[in-house]
């Protein structure tokens, strides 16, 4: 600010009154302020500014954008509530708000902001402060934030896809939406005004634009100092309640048109052709979008459709494996076995607990093993390298699509030159330092080991969640330990009984999905908590710009949910049943439980179902959250106002009372996506359905957030965003992650690889055909052989008066009576040597594709790499060479006109 001016600047000084303080409901009530002071340091304001904001009455147009003069455009509304008819004991507090926001509608006013004051039709407590942003101070903001704006129209010839013809026929209709026109911008300079592509004043900056300006002067807006420490920001006035809300208006109602002459009538048109759910097939109009919301909602939604598209891919590849798998079923030779009542039907299988479990058949594990025939076959191998590649696919294809979307959206250098500091990190700014680049003194909000105490205070909360988080998993697996024995103890302890378990659910299959609901309750439980204490630790280490905020924010969030969602996958996935020693020598948890051994069909089917259980609950639970809870808000809301239907509505008290947007925006929709990324691509080899789930989902997400932000949510502000942020480096570590825990998937949890080993080492050939091997035999060598007589004491369940001396369990050890009893077998070994073969092989042949994928695949286009270019040039010529080409012609001709004397001296000709 200009001091020399000798301006003034309304401030507000907080003091602590020396008068009595009352107390009410736990609350502290401030005694009322003794003064207004204006400051001698501060900005120019005229009497307008001294002043409350000039009163109008409502004009009686519904759909009016306008202030009531028909000339000045809304850019923003402000509301707070009258405090005038307070009760005595709080008015004192409610005195120091208004105080607080008459200085700073006096700061707005001083920046070049207009107001308008209305009251509400419908609450005449309520107060709407229209704000508009005249033609000068939007030149002025848009220089200083350094908004790209037109300088010529696109004169590059396009060339039409390959696949135009194709994507004609899903395409929006262009009559209705019409295509944007494309320019060549620049960084907007004032003093170069004539060189910007200005055909209106109205027009140049878009409402969008406009929008963020006065947002960008709003969060500056000064309301008081205290102790020489400035306090602005319109969020600081939101949190305390001195205003209620703060928001752009939406142009028009959702489902009708305005009848406005000047109305664009862009929502009715984005509802229209865009959130209804008949356009679900339909591409999705992602510049009309950017146009309307800006290019943060906009990258989103590009974000968002492009995974849905590469996702139709995935699905198709996905459910050839699937029905390869069906259809093979009947011929799973190792299954056949299990069913046949000779084979399966004989062999009697060691208690899964001491005492209380008992013995039961390997034919009650006939239907199970047949669902897992479809799930563990040759095709899940195929479709788990492919997913390795199509993730590589997926992403270096999106950086070609993010790189076009950063030109033609004019946000590739967005973070170097626009985006500004936050203010809450401005308004922390009170420690002196100096640059070691432009060796100056500047404010920051911490020294060196205070920015060292936050982040060890942060790390140690993030820390202690995710050990929270795996304290509840460690309770889930006592969970099923304890309820296992518990079915298990109720279940019939002779063979004879049989019969009756193959009428009801299994233990094991009882307490697994008994177990998944419980965990899925737990995993939304600690979501719900954990958000609010992850937001508290950020705004606590106080990150100095919104996108570092929002990735800071991104990753402690992502960190917590991995944890979360994926823990009882790769504890089911990679420990569950591997480390349970044979019934002899169990192997035990603290408490004298015995270690959690696998479902009779397998891990990989019980991991299956765990899949689906959290993939359908948390889609359910997410549709719930977007859709049904902001719709029935605005539902009470519109049922409360019974006068509604009497009068007549004005744009800003209707947007008034839709849902806010939040102040994390997207946040919570890219986490949704990412999680649901990590489902389809780290456990794709046991269930490769995921991602036809994700497909249909998905083509329903779109629609679904397409709908709540256009209907049930006021506008929010328009901003800036070059890339989806820190989820693109998470997508790529869950690339990585992915090949990994699929191959070792195939290899620890399907039965996949002891099946090829025995194919290729211990079948025995038919009819002495060396060159033809058979599955046959398959789980009588699999199963290994233990006494009776070898139980620990106490721990051997009643038999019942069976005839029984040994039974079987699922491992690979010599059977009792060898020299080596019950030590791992030869097979077993040469099981283990193949696992691990496997895994190093398909990780370095998959690394190896996404290597030359991401080599070959260029990350920006040809075709947009032209437009940067041509883009540059343009800026160069109308920007820099043109000017200099005037200097050079007035330097030119003022040498005209001087001539060199006889003395050596140079002087003007008519001398």
Same mark, same amino acid.
């Given at each position: 600010?200009?001091?020399?001016?000798?301006?003034?600047?309304?401030?507000?000084?907080?003091?602590?009154?020396?008068?009595?303080?009352?107390?009410?409901?736990?609350?502290?009530?401030?005694?009322?302020?003794?003064?207004?002071?204006?400051?001698?340091?501060?900005?120019?304001?005229?009497?307008?500014?001294?002043?409350?904001?000039?009163?109008?009455?409502?004009?009686?147009?519904?759909?009016?954008?306008?202030?009531?003069?028909?000339?000045?455009?809304?850019?923003?509304?402000?509301?707070?509530?009258?405090?005038?008819?307070?009760?005595?004991?709080?008015?004192?507090?409610?005195?120091?708000?208004?105080?607080?926001?008459?200085?700073?509608?006096?700061?707005?006013?001083?920046?070049?902001?207009?107001?308008?004051?209305?009251?509400?039709?419908?609450?005449?407590?309520?107060?709407?402060?229209?704000?508009?942003?005249?033609?000068?101070?939007?030149?002025?903001?848009?220089?200083?934030?350094?908004?790209?704006?037109?300088?010529?129209?696109?004169?590059?010839?396009?060339?039409?896809?390959?696949?135009?013809?194709?994507?004609?026929?899903?395409?929006?209709?262009?009559?209705?939406?019409?295509?944007?026109?494309?320019?060549?911008?620049?960084?907007?300079?004032?003093?170069?005004?004539?060189?910007?592509?200005?055909?209106?004043?109205?027009?140049?900056?878009?409402?969008?634009?406009?929008?963020?300006?006065?947002?960008?002067?709003?969060?500056?807006?000064?309301?008081?100092?205290?102790?020489?420490?400035?306090?602005?920001?319109?969020?600081?006035?939101?949190?305390?309640?001195?205003?209620?809300?703060?928001?752009?208006?939406?142009?028009?109602?959702?489902?009708?048109?305005?009848?406005?002459?000047?109305?664009?009538?862009?929502?009715?048109?984005?509802?229209?052709?865009?959130?209804?759910?008949?356009?679900?097939?339909?591409?999705?109009?992602?510049?009309?979008?950017?146009?309307?919301?800006?290019?943060?909602?906009?990258?989103?939604?590009?974000?968002?459709?492009?995974?849905?598209?590469?996702?139709?891919?995935?699905?198709?590849?996905?459910?050839?494996?699937?029905?390869?798998?069906?259809?093979?079923?009947?011929?799973?030779?190792?299954?056949?076995?299990?069913?046949?009542?000779?084979?399966?039907?004989?062999?009697?299988?060691?208690?899964?607990?001491?005492?209380?479990?008992?013995?039961?058949?390997?034919?009650?594990?006939?239907?199970?093993?047949?669902?897992?025939?479809?799930?563990?076959?040759?095709?899940?191998?195929?479709?788990?390298?492919?997913?390795?590649?199509?993730?590589?696919?997926?992403?270096?294809?999106?950086?070609?699509?993010?790189?076009?979307?950063?030109?033609?959206?004019?946000?590739?250098?967005?973070?170097?030159?626009?985006?500004?500091?936050?203010?809450?990190?401005?308004?922390?700014?009170?420690?002196?330092?100096?640059?070691?680049?432009?060796?100056?003194?500047?404010?920051?909000?911490?020294?060196?080991?205070?920015?060292?105490?936050?982040?060890?205070?942060?790390?140690?909360?993030?820390?202690?969640?995710?050990?929270?988080?795996?304290?509840?998993?460690?309770?889930?697996?006592?969970?099923?330990?304890?309820?296992?024995?518990?079915?298990?103890?109720?279940?019939?302890?002779?063979?004879?009984?049989?019969?009756?378990?193959?009428?009801?659910?299994?233990?094991?299959?009882?307490?697994?999905?008994?177990?998944?609901?419980?965990?899925?309750?737990?995993?939304?439980?600690?979501?719900?908590?954990?958000?609010?204490?992850?937001?508290?630790?950020?705004?606590?280490?106080? $990150? @100095?710009?919104?996108? #570092? !905020?929002?990735?800071?924010?991104?990753? =402690?969030?992502? &960190? /917590?949910?991995?944890?979360?969602?994926?823990?009882?996958?790769?504890?089911?996935?990679?420990?569950?049943?591997?480390?349970?020693?044979?019934?002899?020598?169990?192997?035990?948890?603290?408490?004298?439980?015995?270690?959690?051994?696998?479902?009779?069909?397998?891990?990989?089917?019980?991991?299956?179902?765990?899949?689906?259980?959290?993939?359908?609950?948390?889609?359910?639970?997410?549709?719930?959250?977007?859709?049904?809870?902001?719709?029935?808000?605005?539902?009470?809301?519109?049922?409360?106002?019974?006068?509604?239907?009497?009068?007549?509505? $004005? @744009?800003?008290?209707? #947007? !008034?009372?839709?849902?806010?947007?939040? =102040?994390?925006? &997207? /946040?919570?929709?890219?986490?949704?996506?990412?999680?649901?990324?990590?489902?389809?691509?780290?456990?794709?080899?046991?269930?490769?359905?995921?991602?036809?789930?994700?497909?249909?989902?998905?083509?329903?997400?779109?629609?679904?957030?397409?709908?709540?932000?256009?209907?049930?949510?006021?506008?929010?502000?328009?901003?800036?965003?070059?890339?989806?942020?820190?989820?693109?480096?998470?997508?790529?570590?869950?690339?990585?992650?992915?090949?990994?825990?699929?191959?070792?998937?195939?290899?620890?949890?399907?039965?996949?690889?002891?099946?090829?080993?025995?194919?290729?080492?211990?079948?025995?050939?038919?009819?002495?055909?060396?060159?033809?091997?058979?599955?046959?035999?398959?789980?009588?060598?699999?199963?290994?052989?233990?006494?009776?007589?070898?139980?620990?004491?106490?721990?051997?369940?009643?038999?019942?008066?069976?005839?029984?001396?040994?039974?079987?369990?699922?491992?690979?050890?010599?059977?009792?009576?060898?020299?080596?009893?019950?030590?791992?077998?030869?097979?077993?070994?040469?099981?283990?040597?193949?696992?691990?073969?496997?895994?190093?092989?398909?990780?370095?042949?998959?690394?190896?594709?996404?290597?030359?994928?991401?080599?070959?695949?260029?990350?920006?286009?040809?075709?947009?790499?032209?437009?940067?270019?041509?883009?540059?040039?343009?800026?160069?010529?109308?920007?820099?060479?043109?000017?200099?080409?005037?200097?050079?012609?007035?330097?030119?001709?003022?040498?005209?006109?001087?001539?060199?004397?006889?003395?050596?001296?140079?002087?003007?000709?008519?001398?």
């Amino acid at each position: 600010m200009n001091v020399e001016n000798q301006d003034v600047l309304l401030e507000v000084e907080e003091e602590e009154g020396e008068g009595e303080e009352e107390e009410e409901d736990g609350e502290i009530v401030l005694e009322e302020l003794e003064q207004t002071i204006i400051s001698s340091y501060g900005a120019v304001f005229n009497q307008q500014a001294l002043n409350k904001p000039e009163w109008a009455e409502f004009n009686l147009k519904p759909d009016s954008l306008y202030f009531n003069d028909g000339q000045r455009r809304i850019d923003f509304i402000l509301v707070y509530g009258d405090e005038s008819k307070k009760e005595n004991k709080k008015k004192s507090f409610h005195i120091k708000q208004m105080r607080k926001r008459q200085a700073y509608e006096s700061n707005l006013i001083h920046h070049g902001l207009q107001l308008e004051a209305t009251r509400s039709i419908l609450d005449e407590k309520l107060t709407f402060v229209k704000v508009h942003a005249p033609w000068e101070v939007l030149c002025a903001y848009a220089e200083i934030m350094h908004i790209n704006l037109p300088l010529q129209p696109n004169d590059l010839k396009t060339r039409e896809s390959a696949f135009s013809w194709f994507t004609r026929f899903f395409s929006v209709n262009e009559n209705i939406i019409k295509p944007e026109k494309e320019f060549f911008t620049a960084p907007f300079e004032n003093d170069r005004l004539s060189d910007f592509y200005i055909q209106d004043k109205d027009t140049f900056f878009n409402p969008a634009t406009r929008s963020r300006i006065v947002h960008f002067i709003l969060c500056r807006g000064e309301y008081a100092v205290r102790d020489n420490v400035r306090k602005f920001g319109i969020s600081k006035l939101l949190d305390s309640g001195i205003y209620k809300a703060a928001f752009p208006l939406h142009d028009s109602r959702f489902n009708y048109q305005s009848e406005e002459p000047n109305c664009p009538n862009e929502r009715y048109l984005l509802y229209r052709e865009w959130a209804h759910p008949r356009n679900i097939f339909k591409l999705q109009p992602l510049a009309f979008v950017r146009k309307y919301y800006g290019e943060k909602i906009g990258i989103y939604f590009a974000w968002l459709g492009f995974y849905t598209q590469m996702l139709v891919l995935a699905a198709i590849v996905g459910l050839g494996c699937f029905l390869y798998g069906y259809f093979t079923k009947d011929n799973c030779t190792w299954s056949q076995e299990v069913c046949d009542p000779n084979i399966g039907g004989t062999i009697i299988m060691c208690p899964q607990c001491d005492k209380a479990c008992p013995f039961w058949s390997l034919a009650i594990t006939c239907e199970s093993s047949k669902k897992l025939c479809i799930f563990d076959s040759f095709g899940t191998l195929v479709f788990a390298v492919f997913m390795g590649i199509w993730v590589t696919l997926f992403l270096e294809f999106w950086k070609r699509r993010q790189a076009e979307l950063e030109y033609d959206w004019d946000t590739a250098e967005f973070l170097e030159q626009e985006e500004q500091i936050r203010p809450e990190y401005e308004a922390s700014c009170h420690h002196i330092v100096v640059n070691e680049i432009t060796q100056k003194e500047e404010h920051v909000p911490y020294t060196a080991c205070g920015k060292c105490v936050r982040i060890t205070f942060c790390t140690s909360a993030v820390l202690f969640w995710i050990l929270l988080i795996i304290a509840s998993v460690v309770g889930i697996i006592v969970y099923r330990l304890s309820v296992f024995m518990t079915f298990s103890a109720n279940f019939p302890k002779s063979i004879n009984g049989i019969e009756a378990i193959q009428k009801y659910l299994t233990p094991q299959t009882a307490t697994s999905v008994s177990a998944s609901v419980i965990n899925f309750i737990i995993i939304m439980i600690l979501n719900m908590i954990y958000e609010k204490v992850a937001i508290m630790i950020t705004d606590f280490e106080l $990150p @100095r710009t919104q996108t #570092d !905020y929002e990735n800071s924010l991104t990753m =402690k969030m992502f &960190l /917590f949910q991995f944890v979360n969602y994926y823990s009882s996958c790769f504890y089911i996935a990679f420990f569950k049943g591997k480390f349970v020693g044979y019934p002899g020598d169990p192997v035990y948890w603290p408490g004298n439980y015995r270690n959690e051994e696998c479902d009779p069909g397998g891990c990989l089917l019980e991991l299956t179902m765990q899949l689906i259980i959290i993939m359908g609950g948390k889609a359910i639970w997410n549709n719930i959250q977007e859709v049904l809870l902001p719709w029935l808000k605005n539902l009470i809301g519109r049922c409360c106002s019974a006068a509604r239907s009497e009068k007549i509505i $004005p @744009r800003w008290e209707q #947007d !008034y009372h839709l849902q806010p947007f939040g =102040k994390l925006g &997207l /946040f919570y929709e890219y986490l949704e996506m990412v999680i649901q990324f990590g489902f389809v691509t780290l456990f794709v080899a046991s269930f490769p359905l995921a991602p036809l789930l994700a497909l249909l989902n998905n083509l329903l997400e779109i629609r679904v957030d397409a709908w709540k932000i256009t209907t049930q949510f006021r506008r929010m502000v328009p901003q800036k965003a070059q890339d989806i942020g820190a989820w693109q480096p998470i997508m790529q570590g869950i690339a990585i992650l992915a090949v990994v825990t699929n191959a070792m998937i195939i290899a620890f949890t399907s039965d996949m690889i002891p099946r090829l080993v025995y194919y290729w080492s211990f079948s025995v050939p038919p009819y002495g055909n060396h060159n033809s091997y058979t599955m046959k035999g398959y789980i009588n060598n699999t199963l290994s052989i233990f006494a009776l007589s070898d139980f620990r004491n106490g721990s051997e369940p009643a038999l019942s008066g069976l005839n029984l001396t040994t039974c079987r369990y699922r491992d690979l050890r010599y059977p009792p009576g060898h020299e080596h009893q019950y030590e791992h077998n030869i097979y077993y070994w040469h099981v283990i040597a193949a696992k691990l073969s496997f895994i190093i092989v398909m990780e370095h042949i998959i690394y190896f594709v996404k290597f030359v994928i991401s080599y070959t695949v260029p990350d920006v286009s040809n075709k947009t790499k032209s437009k940067i270019k041509r883009e540059k040039y343009l800026t160069q010529i109308l920007l820099h060479e043109n000017p200099l080409k005037a200097v050079k012609k007035n330097m030119g001709s003022i040498a005209d006109k001087i001539i060199k004397g006889a003395d050596g001296t140079f002087r003007p000709k008519y001398d």
